[in-house]
DNA sequence: CTTATCCCCTGCCGGC
DNA sequence: TGCCGGCAGGGGATAA
C-alpha cells in the first residue's frame, strides 16, 4: 500500500469528490473486500446516505456518512478513482463502486485485493480492533514523538521495525521508515534501545518532515504506485541499490531488516558496532 | 517478548 | 517469445 503519504492523498481527493454528495448505488464487485458485513448489508446501509466528511488515521481512511463511518484500508495496491455513470462498465481491478447523486462514480480498484473495508456506526470507530491499537498519527499526532522515544527506551528490536510498528506510530511503513532513517544518519539495525537521545530525536524530527515532504512531492502528478507502469520513483534511497548516494555518492545498499527489503548508505547510516554480550563495550 | 516464516493475491521484471 | 523465480510501499497468524 501506500503509506500514510499516498492515504493522505487519496483521502484528500475523497473529501473533494464524496462530501456534501448522496450515494445513489453502492456496488460491491468482490465480496472479499468486506469484512464482516455481506456485501448486501453493505450496499443496502449505504443506499441514499450522505458523505460529510472523511478523515485519515494511520493508514485508514474513514468515510463518514451521517450515522455510520466506511473505514477502508488499502493496503498493497488500493487506490480511489474518480469517473463517471458515462465511463460504462467498471474495469477488472474495480472492488467496490459508488455512484453519486451528481452523475459521477468513485471506484475502489485493488489488484491484489488485500484491501478491506469496513462499516461502523459512527462514534464507534474505536470498536474496530485495528483502530484501536494504533499509535499515535505519525503525521498529525504530538504524542508520536513521547510514544518513539518511550518505544525506543524498552525495545531491543531493530528501529526499522518499531517505526514500522502500527502500535507505536501510525503510518510508517518499508518505504517511508528507509527514507526517515537515512535523513536521520541511523541505520535500519540499529537496536532501538542502543539509540542515543539525539539519535532518536533526529527521527522523531525527521518523520513528519519527510512525511509532508513526500505528500507535496507525490501531490504534483498522478499518484502511480512504484513498479507500476509509468511510475517515477522520487525517493532518495528506495529501489535504487548501486546508484550513488544523493549525499555523499557512496553507493546504496540493500539489505533486508525486519523482514522487508531496505535500503541505506554505508557512509551517512554506519553500521553499529555489534554489541558484545556482555553489554556495553568501553570506549577507551 | 522477538524474530522468522507463511499467507492472503496479482502483476511486473529480469534471467535463461 | 515463453517460462520461472523473485519481488512488491500491508498486516495478521503461527511457529520457534
Given at each position: 500500500?501506500?503509506?500514510?503519504?499516498?492515504?493522505?492523498?487519496?483521502?484528500?481527493?475523497?473529501?473533494?469528490?464524496?462530501?456534501?454528495?448522496?450515494?445513489?448505488?453502492?456496488?460491491?464487485?468482490?465480496?472479499?473486500?468486506?469484512?464482516?458485513?455481506?456485501?448486501?448489508?453493505?450496499?443496502?446501509?449505504?443506499?441514499?446516505?450522505?458523505?460529510?466528511?472523511?478523515?485519515?488515521?494511520?493508514?485508514?481512511?474513514?468515510?463518514?456518512?451521517?450515522?455510520?463511518?466506511?473505514?477502508?484500508?488499502?493496503?498493497?495496491?488500493?487506490?480511489f478513482v474518480l469517473d463517471s455513470y458515462a465511463a460504462g462498465p467498471a474495469t477488472r481491478p474495480t472492488r467496490l463502486t459508488l455512484l453519486l447523486d451528481n452523475g459521477t462514480r468513485v471506484r475502489f480498484e485493488d489488484r491484489r485485493r488485500f484491501?478491506?473495508?469496513?462499516?461502523?456506526?459512527?462514534?464507534?470507530?474505536?470498536?474496530?480492533?485495528?483502530?484501536?491499537?494504533?499509535?499515535?498519527?505519525?503525521?498529525?499526532?504530538?504524542?508520536?514523538?513521547?510514544?518513539?522515544?518511550?518505544?525506543?527506551?524498552?525495545?531491543?528490536?531493530?528501529?526499522?521495525?518499531?517505526?514500522?510498528?502500527?502500535?507505536?506510530?501510525?503510518?510508517?511503513?518499508?518505504?517511508?521508515?528507509?527514507?526517515?532513517?537515512?535523513?536521520?544518519?541511523?541505520?535500519?539495525?540499529?537496536?532501538?534501545?542502543?539509540?542515543?537521545?539525539?539519535?532518536?530525536?533526529?527521527?522523531?524530527?525527521?518523520?513528519?518532515?519527510?512525511?509532508?515532504?513526500?505528500?507535496?512531492?507525490?501531490?504534483?502528478?498522478?499518484?502511480?504506485?512504484?513498479?507500476?507502469?509509468?511510475?517515477?520513483?522520487?525517493f532518495s534511497l528506495y529501489r535504487r541499490a548501486g546508484e550513488p548516494c544523493p549525499a555523499c555518492g557512496t553507493p546504496i545498499r540493500r539489505t533486508v531488516v525486519a523482514g522487508r527489503g531496505t535500503y541505506w548508505c554505508a557512509t551517512c547510516q554506519?553500521?553499529?558496532?555489534?554489541?558484545?554480550?556482555?553489554?556495553?563495550?568501553?570506549?577507551?
Amino acid at each position: 500500500m501506500p503509506e500514510l503519504p499516498e492515504v493522505e492523498i487519496h483521502a484528500r481527493n475523497l473529501r473533494r469528490w464524496l462530501v456534501g454528495r448522496r450515494v445513489e448505488q453502492c456496488q460491491v464487485v468482490d465480496s472479499s473486500l468486506v469484512v464482516p458485513e455481506t456485501a448486501g448489508e453493505l450496499q443496502a446501509a449505504l443506499q441514499g446516505r450522505r458523505f460529510d466528511g472523511v478523515i485519515r488515521r494511520a493508514k485508514y481512511v474513514l468515510c463518514c456518512l451521517d450515522d455510520l463511518t466506511l473505514v477502508v484500508h488499502l493496503r498493497m495496491t488500493g487506490r480511489f478513482v474518480l469517473d463517471s455513470y458515462a465511463a460504462g462498465p467498471a474495469t477488472r481491478p474495480t472492488r467496490l463502486t459508488l455512484l453519486l447523486d451528481n452523475g459521477t462514480r468513485v471506484r475502489f480498484e485493488d489488484r491484489r485485493r488485500f484491501g478491506r473495508v469496513w462499516l461502523v456506526p459512527a462514534g464507534k470507530e474505536t470498536e474496530l480492533s485495528e483502530l484501536r491499537s494504533l499509535g499515535p498519527d505519525a503525521l498529525l499526532d504530538l504524542d508520536g514523538h513521547g510514544a518513539l522515544e518511550k518505544a525506543c527506551r524498552v525495545s531491543r528490536r531493530s528501529v526499522k521495525a518499531l517505526l514500522m510498528d502500527q502500535h507505536v506510530i501510525g503510518g510508517i511503513g518499508n518505504i517511508c521508515a528507509a527514507e526517515i532513517l537515512f535523513r536521520a544518519g541511523v541505520h535500519p539495525a540499529t537496536p532501538a534501545s542502543d539509540l542515543d537521545a539525539c539519535s532518536v530525536s533526529r527521527i522523531a524530527r525527521a518523520i513528519p518532515r519527510f512525511l509532508e515532504w513526500a505528500i507535496e512531492a507525490q501531490s504534483r502528478k498522478e499518484l502511480i504506485y512504484l513498479g507500476e507502469k509509468g511510475a517515477e520513483n522520487v525517493f532518495s534511497l528506495y529501489r535504487r541499490a548501486g546508484e550513488p548516494c544523493p549525499a555523499c555518492g557512496t553507493p546504496i545498499r540493500r539489505t533486508v531488516v525486519a523482514g522487508r527489503g531496505t535500503y541505506w548508505c554505508a557512509t551517512c547510516q554506519p553500521e553499529p558496532a555489534a554489541a558484545p554480550t556482555d553489554g556495553r563495550r568501553s570506549a577507551g
